[in-house]
Protein backbone atom coordinates (compact mmCIF):
# COMPACT_ATOMS: atom_id res chain seq x y z
CA UNK A 1 0.00 0.00 0.00
CA UNK A 2 1.32 3.25 -1.02
CA UNK A 3 0.31 7.22 -0.14
CA UNK A 4 -1.09 8.88 -3.21
CA UNK A 5 1.42 11.46 -3.22
CA UNK A 6 4.28 8.26 -3.22
CA UNK A 7 3.18 7.00 -6.57
CA UNK A 8 4.42 8.81 -9.89
CA UNK A 9 3.77 5.95 -11.81
CA UNK A 10 1.80 2.23 -12.65
CA UNK A 11 5.05 0.70 -14.76
CA UNK A 12 5.36 -2.46 -13.47
CA UNK A 13 1.50 -3.08 -11.86
CA UNK A 14 -0.80 -5.04 -13.83
CA UNK A 15 -3.88 -4.05 -12.13
CA UNK A 16 -5.07 -0.99 -9.46
CA UNK A 17 -7.25 -0.66 -5.97
CA UNK A 18 -7.91 2.64 -4.97
CA UNK A 19 -9.84 4.33 -2.14
CA UNK A 20 -10.49 7.09 -0.12
CA UNK A 21 -11.71 7.73 3.26
CA UNK A 22 -14.78 10.20 2.98
CA UNK A 23 -13.80 13.60 4.01
CA UNK A 24 -16.60 16.71 3.57
CA UNK A 25 -18.73 14.90 1.74
CA UNK A 26 -15.61 13.77 -0.84
CA UNK A 27 -12.59 12.17 -1.32
CA UNK A 28 -9.77 12.98 0.26
CA UNK A 29 -7.84 16.12 -1.93
CA UNK A 30 -4.38 13.52 -2.43
CA UNK A 31 -6.27 10.70 -3.49
CA UNK A 32 -8.36 12.40 -6.06
CA UNK A 33 -5.35 14.29 -7.50
CA UNK A 34 -3.78 10.81 -8.10
CA UNK A 35 -6.29 10.04 -10.13
CA UNK A 36 -6.36 12.98 -11.98
CA UNK A 37 -2.36 12.51 -12.56
CA UNK A 38 -2.53 8.79 -13.54
CA UNK A 39 -5.77 8.58 -15.48
CA UNK A 40 -4.69 7.64 -18.64
CA UNK A 41 -2.14 5.17 -17.36
CA UNK A 42 -4.83 3.53 -14.97
CA UNK A 43 -7.39 3.09 -17.50
CA UNK A 44 -5.14 0.77 -19.35
CA UNK A 45 -5.26 -1.61 -16.36
CA UNK A 46 -8.07 -3.05 -14.84
CA UNK A 47 -8.80 -0.77 -11.30
CA UNK A 48 -11.43 -1.21 -8.40
CA UNK A 49 -12.39 1.74 -6.30
CA UNK A 50 -13.70 2.15 -2.77
CA UNK A 51 -14.34 4.88 -0.65
CA UNK A 52 -14.49 4.48 3.49
CA UNK A 53 -16.79 6.31 5.49
CA UNK A 54 -18.31 5.87 9.42
CA UNK A 55 -21.70 5.76 7.46
CA UNK A 56 -21.17 3.47 5.13
CA UNK A 57 -23.02 3.04 2.03
CA UNK A 58 -25.46 5.12 0.78
CA UNK A 59 -28.91 3.71 1.66
CA UNK A 60 -31.26 6.05 -0.92
CA UNK A 61 -32.17 8.03 2.36
CA UNK A 62 -31.60 11.93 1.44
CA UNK A 63 -30.62 12.88 3.93
CA UNK A 64 -27.24 10.43 3.63
CA UNK A 65 -24.25 12.67 3.44
CA UNK A 66 -22.61 10.49 0.74
CA UNK A 67 -26.13 10.37 -1.55
CA UNK A 68 -24.51 13.38 -3.56
CA UNK A 69 -20.93 11.99 -3.78
CA UNK A 70 -22.15 8.85 -5.55
CA UNK A 71 -24.18 10.31 -9.01
CA UNK A 72 -21.53 13.32 -9.55
CA UNK A 73 -17.60 12.97 -7.97
CA UNK A 74 -17.78 9.34 -7.79
CA UNK A 75 -18.88 8.67 -11.46
CA UNK A 76 -16.27 11.52 -12.87
CA UNK A 77 -13.41 9.04 -10.66
CA UNK A 78 -14.41 5.72 -12.43
CA UNK A 79 -14.64 7.35 -15.44
CA UNK A 80 -11.08 9.08 -15.26
CA UNK A 81 -9.89 5.84 -13.90
CA UNK A 82 -11.89 3.49 -15.92
CA UNK A 83 -12.56 1.04 -13.20
CA UNK A 84 -14.69 -1.87 -13.06
CA UNK A 85 -15.97 -1.38 -9.75
CA UNK A 86 -16.79 1.51 -7.07
CA UNK A 87 -17.69 0.30 -3.51
CA UNK A 88 -18.69 2.09 -0.10
CA UNK A 89 -16.92 0.44 2.76
CA UNK A 90 -18.06 1.25 6.05
CA UNK A 91 -15.57 2.46 7.91
CA UNK A 92 -14.65 3.76 12.16
CA UNK A 93 -14.13 6.80 13.68
CA UNK A 94 -12.51 7.53 16.60
CA UNK A 95 -13.51 11.05 18.59
CA UNK A 96 -10.27 11.15 20.23
CA UNK A 97 -8.28 12.06 16.63
CA UNK A 98 -10.76 14.47 15.94
CA UNK A 99 -10.19 18.55 15.85
CA UNK A 100 -12.90 20.61 16.80
CA UNK A 101 -14.19 21.36 13.32
CA UNK A 102 -14.52 17.79 12.53
CA UNK A 103 -16.05 16.97 16.29
CA UNK A 104 -18.42 19.61 14.93
CA UNK A 105 -19.04 17.94 11.52
CA UNK A 106 -19.56 14.61 12.91
CA UNK A 107 -22.26 15.71 15.26
CA UNK A 108 -23.73 17.56 12.98
CA UNK A 109 -24.58 14.31 10.21
CA UNK A 110 -24.93 12.31 13.71
CA UNK A 111 -21.96 10.02 12.39
CA UNK A 112 -21.79 7.28 15.57
CA UNK A 113 -18.53 6.76 17.04
CA UNK A 114 -17.05 3.64 16.81
CA UNK A 115 -15.60 0.83 14.14
CA UNK A 116 -18.06 -0.33 11.63
CA UNK A 117 -15.50 -1.71 8.98
CA UNK A 118 -16.74 -5.75 7.90
CA UNK A 119 -13.82 -7.68 7.55
CA UNK A 120 -16.05 -10.57 5.61
CA UNK A 121 -17.22 -8.04 3.46
CA UNK A 122 -13.96 -7.00 2.46
CA UNK A 123 -12.27 -10.39 2.17
CA UNK A 124 -14.82 -11.23 0.01
CA UNK A 125 -14.54 -8.08 -2.24
CA UNK A 126 -10.69 -8.88 -2.43
CA UNK A 127 -11.45 -12.57 -2.96
CA UNK A 128 -13.49 -11.21 -5.93
CA UNK A 129 -10.94 -9.31 -7.11
CA UNK A 130 -8.35 -11.50 -7.08
CA UNK A 131 -11.16 -14.35 -9.01
CA UNK A 132 -11.46 -11.60 -11.84
CA UNK A 133 -7.40 -10.86 -12.24
CA UNK A 134 -7.15 -14.94 -11.78
CA UNK A 135 -9.34 -15.42 -14.90
CA UNK A 136 -7.83 -13.10 -17.59
Sequence with gaps: ML???AVTSLEGYGAA???SAIYMGEWMDDARALVDRLG???AKRPVWLFSSGVLGAPSGA???PY???????IADL???SGA???RFLAGR???RGLGLGEKTLVAAVRAPEGDFRSWAEIRDWATAIAAALTSE
Design 3 to 5: APD
Design 17 to 19: ILG
Design 40 to 42: PEL
Design 62 to 64: EDA
Design 67 to 73: AALEDEA
Design 78 to 80: VAA
Design 84 to 86: REH
Design 93 to 95: IDA
